[in-house]
């Protein structure tokens, strides 16, 4: 009969993969689209650019809303519009960074859109 040693310093926790991926709201968008082949398609569009367009729809949504509250509403007024002025201001960041910061997004090639 074989009998085992106790080991104290066995780690409960699995540490196989270092460099997981975070887990951002794209993914979870993509995670929930219907139709699998509209996330496949190979589209040259860097994730900066992409989150770009859902801050700047996001500002322009909350803007709008807030010119439709009545005057008395100040204080939710104000608030809506500082919210989507800062989701703007966000957007131009996203939309700036490629082309501030060179090297920061790879071209993607059409080579890279076959293999996936």
């Known amino acids: 009969m074989f009998i085992s040693k106790i080991q ?11 460099n997981r991926k975070k887990h ?3 993914d979870t968008i993509a995670e929930n689209v219907r139709n699998p082949r509209d996330v496949q398609d190979c589209v040259a569009v860097p994730r900066g650019i992409f989150k770009a367009y859902i801050y700047l729809m996001l500002g322009s949504g909350l803007i709008s809303i807030a010119n ?4 008395n ?3 939710p007024k104000l608030a809506m519009n500082v919210l989507g002025c800062i989701s703007n201001i966000v957007s131009a960041v996203y ?3 490629p082309f501030a910061i060179k090297g920061l997004s790879p071209t993607v090639t ?3 859109c076959d293999k996936n």
């Open 8 to 18: 104290p310093n066995i780690p409960f926790q699995n540490n196989t993969q270092p």
């Open 24 to 26: 951002e709201f794209i």
């Open 68 to 71: 439709f509250l009545p005057k």
């Open 73 to 75: 509403w100040k204080y």
């Open 95 to 97: 939309f700036a960074k």
């Open 110 to 112: 059409k080579g890279a």
